[in-house]
């Protein structure tokens, strides 16, 4: 294992700012940093900003869609629990549904193509993109089997461009284009390859909608830190996908440097 890029960044933060520092394990993942007299404990991608309700609340997507879904545009999404779960603790949560069932009222709520995809976890593991009944069935037992105890269906937005937005304090930090999941592998390059030669910074006007689109979740929830993962469809309309209150950087590094980062942690430092 070796360190997160990002805490790199949050170290060289410290420093910048005279703030004494403290790595509790060999790789530097776990940091204390003093501010004011306190320490501050980042973990991974866990900053000391939010509640644990909100972290518990964005870290599972269908809590996230059920509170969210109506300040925000996000496109259907429906739960289900594994009728068979290996714990003894977690029997009691099985669902009513078996697996064929389960697969029947997918196709009964949504239309294909169907996104099916784990409730918890990150990095766009365990998602799939399914087109008939088969790819239904064993991408739900494949996460029921192997992630997961609660599968997600989700209506499937045909995507022109994605971004992530970073929101520090309720502000909008950072916002830059990511290379979509279900592009094919050719288009997929062709994004990558652009978005390599390009420099950070997107257009006023795509900033503007995007802050206009996360107000109400940053007003109302109170947002003090997060990842949120905006798509565009084919008609211009733009949607949230998740909410991450752990977002990763490394892409973003690779593409962009680290000082935009080192930035952006200061500010947080100082608000603390």
């Known amino acids: 294992m070796t360190q ?8 060289e933060a410290c420093k910048r700012l005279n703030l004494p520092s403290r790595a509790y394990d060999t790789h530097h993942n776990v940091l204390g940093i003093m501010v004011s007299g306190r320490e501050q404990m980042f973990v991974k991608g866990a900053v000391p900003l939010g509640s644990v309700s909100d972290r518990m609340l964005f870290n599972d997507k269908e809590f996230t869609y059920d509170t969210c879904q109506e300040i925000l545009p996000m496109p259907k999404t ?7 779960p290996k714990k003894t603790s977690q029997k009691k949560y099985a669902g009513n549904l078996d697996i064929n069932e389960i697969v029947s009222d ?50 499937c937005i045909s995507i022109k461009k994605e971004y992530r937005a970073i929101i520090l304090n309720g502000n909008l930090e950072l ?47 109170n947002i003090s830190y997060a990842g949120i993962d905006i798509v565009e469809d084919q008609g211009g309309k733009l949607w949230v996908l998740e909410v991450n209150t752990t977002p990763l950087f490394d892409a973003f590094i690779t593409r962009y440097g680290r000082e935009l980062l080192i930035q952006m942690y200061m500010k947080m430092l100082r608000s603390l």
Request: with cysteine; aromatic share 10%; hydrophobic share 30%.
């Open 4 to 11: 997160i890029t990002q805490l790199s960044c949050l170290e």
């Open 78 to 84: 429906k739960g289900y629990f594994n009728p068979e």
């Open 106 to 155: 997918i196709e009964k709520e949504f239309s294909y193509p169907v996104v099916v995809k784990m409730n918890s976890g990150t990095k766009s593991r365990f998602v799939f993109l399914c087109h008939n009944h088969d790819e239904i069935k064993d991408a739900v037992q494949s996460i029921f089997e192997k992630a997961d105890n609660i599968v997600l269906a989700e209506t």
């Open 175 to 221: 916002l830059y284009e990511k290379t979509p999941k279900f592009f094919s592998k050719e288009d997929r390059k062709k994004v990558q390859n652009r978005l390599k030669e390009s420099e950070y910074g997107l257009d006023q006007e795509l900033q503007k909608k995007c802050m206009e689109l996360l107000d109400p979740l940053c007003s109302v929830r």
